[in-house]
């Protein structure tokens, strides 16, 4: 039996949790939405995967947010 990632860092690289949301008043999720938006404009889906990645690492380390699972996964 091989080692599985925890289901939700699995989730998170397979796309299926929900995109992650900016906290107001916080200038580094600004810096991660807009870099989203620029990647995405690019069509670099693999690069937005990147990105949603490390910006749910700074949503649960500064701002408590634990990341969700999507329903339908
Ligand atoms: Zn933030």
Known sequence: MSQEPAPSIAAAVRGEL????????????????TLERIVLANDDESFAVDVRILWREHLAELHGLAPSVSPAA
């Open 18 to 33: 929900l995109p992650p949301e900016a906290q107001p008043g916080c200038s580094d999720c600004q810096r991660f939405r």
